[in-house]
Nanobody
Framework: QVQLVESGGGLVQPGESLRLSCAAS????????MGWYRQAPGKQRELVASISSGTNTNYANSVKGRFTISFDNAKNTVSLQMNSLKPEDTAVYYC??????????????WGRGTQVTVSS
């Protein structure tokens, strides 16, 4: 069965950087979309960044210019480089992957999340 495992979260001070990784296992095919979502305390889960068809990317306005999403085909891993972190970036970050089924429809997978805390 497909599993998504996030890593790289932690506690940093404002202005510092973190790199999150999400490794996919248990799949024989490729995902057509992978992305990162985050959920802060008392807030709804929101899209941070996603990558589709290998190269197309999109970002939330709040992180554009600071975060970069990338995909490693060999390792089947999606990463999120987060620079110039701000306190408002504090949240649990979740990895999401979408895969097409042979007989139609889409599989929607989620990781368990990794905590990112930005505080002085």
């Amino acid at each position: 069965q497909v599993q998504l495992v996030e890593s790289g979260g932690g506690l940093v001070q404002p202005g510092e950087s973190l790199r999150l990784s999400c490794a996919a296992s248990g799949t024989s095919g490729s995902f057509f979309n992978m992305g990162w979502y985050r959920q802060a305390p008392g807030k709804q889960r929101e899209l941070v960044a996603s990558i589709s068809s290998g190269t197309n990317t999109n970002y939330a306005n709040s992180v554009k210019g600071r975060f970069t999403i990338s995909f490693d085909n060999a390792k089947n891993t999606v990463s999120l480089q987060m620079n110039s972190l701000k306190p408002e970036d504090t949240a649990v970050y979740y990895c999401r992957a979408l895969g097409r089924r042979y007989l139609g429809g889409v599989d929607d997978y989620w990781g368990r999340g990794t905590q990112v805390t930005v505080s002085s």
